[in-house]
């Protein structure tokens, strides 16, 4: 098993071992961080040591560290990931996350496998089937509704499988794992943790006549995920735990929004007391966490409660911030602003922006910002020259992206975690021993052999003993309470009861090393149970001998293989989208209908996408209601160095005669 049912799992990002501490520090109860190789994020490697690093610090709490080892592998690749495996789970990981399916046939240490956002789950039957053979936890497809939540919920077994759901972040618009427009383009493949990001630029917008539709619109790019208001909602449907995006987020973000969500399951475990975290202690913030202050491209509940008209960032896909007052005059080399709130208070190095004339977002940097006048009149003088930022005059919206105030307030300490512990002091056979029971129900004890001596003022005495019990100092841990059980006040120097202390609390710490356990690997059902499909196509992203033999085990009959190994040349489906340009422009067929005079006259004909000499196709498949951006391979990636060629079965093989 993973999570017991009833418990809860904040899941935050990191980058690097330290920004791992902190999220910890601010209250996850698991972590997710990028090995040496392997893992779907390029520039987002960890040594084995820092992961080891990381475990150490995150286990005294309770929490566990997850290791992304979630590419499509080549064939020499899997020798080298069996052994890194082995190596991260040496250094204390407590699971993999991954997609290729190829390393369920090796020699596997006995972690937890857990399956990437990387292996498209969005039906039961996939995640029934994921379950079966062998996977603790499974993050379902951002894309899902909550009854579609609840649904794959109802086909698997809380004991034995934990269903994992994005809660903030950045949103891939592509099913994650079904995206090749990088790959086509570029021979940057996004499942090996490669992408290039075509969904965030600029596009020209056609119909099949030549139209345009929209012009220089970023339409394949999303908001950004926020699901703060869905939290219970989400645990009805059967979620359990829940995931922060942001492996190449900086310490900032990681901090803020772990301290956001830490906050809202605080209240929600208050209101539910049959459902309980996940680790131990409790964060406390020497800030008020703010998911606006961070970068965003302004925020969505995609499509948890079903489809929306506001789920793009078509204008732009940078940070708009918030809107803070009106430009009210213009010089040489400055401008005025009247803010909304009088309060407010610009810095110098703010990240100030406006949208032009054209609606594109132009960013202002503040070298000096100073006073002008009444409250709330400040005079900016920009970094760049006023002449460069195009159509900044009076009248002007401005928002502010960055707040110098905010940045720096978060550079420094933030947040301490604690453990609750009850104390009891009693006497011992030739002393006072300190039992030390933490709320995991872990003990430590300490016992200190000195002279029995009577203290003078017997109430002064009592309060002393109580002051000086209850100074934790750095450690981990803050007192619930201090119970005196001597039959009288003694006095003892302060020096020994800090010694005192001290033992009893290393050995809380021994003890709760000694009683941490790894989550054991789920068993694989036996016979091995079939996968939902007989079939499957370059879209399973089959790229090793191993993962074909893995489905052949599991009854597929024809396996294709991956788009990286290039055997498609053809025009294909480069990604598959729940997100639907037609909809989002308000030329949905489903829309028109009843409105009169237009029923009939919208037909969900192909639309084209036009960037420099880019031309990918829109088509759309209605019943599901998905969008297919169509594309070929591009020839100078097919001339790039290719790889072994692949021989998986392209067609049923013949039954022997």
């Not at 992961?51 to 992304?68: D, E, P, Y």
């Not at 009592?462 to 450690?475: D, F, I, Q, S, V």
Request: hydrophobic fraction near 40%; charge should be neutral; include cysteine.
């Amino acid at each position: 098993m993973s999570l017991l049912p009833h418990q809860l799992e904040l899941l935050a990002p990191a980058r690097d071992a330290d920004i791992g501490i902190e999220a910890v520090q601010h209250g996850a109860d698991a972590v997710y961080i990028g090995g040496p190789s392997f893992g779907a994020r390029t520039s987002a490697d960890n040594s084995v040591k820092d992961i080891a690093r990381l475990a150490k610090h995150a286990h005294r709490f309770g929490s566990r560290i997850f290791v992304t080892l979630n590419t499509i592998l080549r064939d020499d690749e899997l020798e080298p990931a069996r052994k890194l495996a082995w190596q991260l789970y040496d250094a204390g990981a407590d699971a993999l996350i991954i997609q290729d399916m190829g390393l369920l046939e090796l020699d596997l240490p006995p972690i937890q496998l857990h399956a990437s956002t990387q292996t498209d789950i969005r039906t039961p039957e996939k995640a029934r089937f994921l379950q079966d053979v062998g996977l603790n936890q499974i993050v379902l497809a951002r894309e899902l509704t909550l009854p579609q939540i609840a649904a794959i919920r109802a086909a698997t077994d809380p004991a034995r499988c934990t269903l994992e759901f994005f809660i903030h972040g950045a949103l891939c618009v592509a099913y994650s794992g079904q995206c090749y427009i990088s790959e086509a383009h570029t021979g940057r493949s996004a499942n090996r943790g490669d992408c290039s990001q075509a969904c965030r630029l600029p596009y020209q917008v056609t119909d099949s006549q030549g139209r345009f539709i929209a012009h220089d619109k970023h339409v394949l790019s999303m908001k950004d995920n926020n699901q703060s208001d869905n939290l219970r909602a989400l645990i009805d449907a059967g979620a359990r735990s829940f995931k922060i995006e942001g492996r190449y987020k900086d310490l900032a973000y990681v901090k803020n929004i772990t301290a956001h969500y830490r906050t809202l399951f605080d209240a929600i475990l208050e209101e539910r007391p049959e459902l309980a975290r996940s680790s131990s202690g409790h964060s406390r913030f020497s800030f008020t966490p703010d998911p606006d202050q961070n970068f965003n491209r302004e925020f969505t509940d995609y499509f948890v409660n079903g489809r929306q008209m506001d789920i793009g960032a078509f204008d732009s896909p940078k940070n708009p911030g918030r809107p803070i007052g009106w430009v009210t005059k213009t010089g040489p080399n400055w401008f005025e602003f009247e803010a909304d709130d009088p309060q407010l208070v610009l810095h110098n190095g703010d990240g100030l922006c406006f949208h032009d004339l054209q609606k594109e977002l132009v960013g202002v940097q503040i070298n000096r910002a100073e006073p002008a006048g009444a409250a709330g009149h400040w005079r900016a003088y920009p970094k760049d020259a006023m002449a460069g930022l195009r159509d900044l005059r009076k009248g002007t919206r401005i928002n502010r992206n960055r707040d110098m105030d905010w940045v720096r307030g978060l550079e420094k300490k933030t947040a301490q975690r604690r453990i609750g512990v009850w104390l009891r002091l009693t006497e011992a056979a030739d002393g006072l021993a300190l039992t030390v029971t933490d709320e995991d129900g872990h003990t430590g004890r300490g016992v200190l052999a000195l002279p029995f001596e009577a203290a003078k003022d017997s109430a002064q005495a009592l309060g002393k003993l109580r002051e000086n019990l209850a100074r934790m100092g750095e450690t981990i841990f803050e007192p619930i309470d201090v119970a005196i059980d001597l039959p009288r006040p003694w006095f003892v120097p302060t020096s020994q009861l800090n010694a005192l202390r001290r033992e009893a609390i290393a050995a809380l710490e021994a003890a709760r090393a000694a009683a941490w356990q790894r989550l054991p690997r789920a068993e694989p059902v036996t016979p091995p149970v079939p996968y939902p499909e007989d079939t499957l196509t370059y879209l399973a992203n089959v790229f090793n001998q191993k993962a074909r033999d893995f489905y052949a085990r599991h009854g597929v009959k024809v396996i294709a293989a991956a788009y990286e190994s290039h055997e498609e040349t053809g025009e294909v489906s480069l990604m598959i989208t729940k997100h639907c340009v037609r909809f989002s422009l308000s030329l949905c067929p489903k829309q028109a209908k009843g409105v009169t005079g237009v029923q009939g006259t919208v037909r969900a004909e192909p639309l084209t996408l036009i960037n420099g000499d880019e031309r990918l196709s829109l088509r759309f498949d209605c019943k599901p209601c998905e969008m297919h951006v169509m594309g070929k391979i591009r020839p100078r990636v097919l001339d790039q160095t290719r790889t072994t060629p692949l021989t998986f079965y392209k067609t049923r093989p013949q039954a022997p005669h």
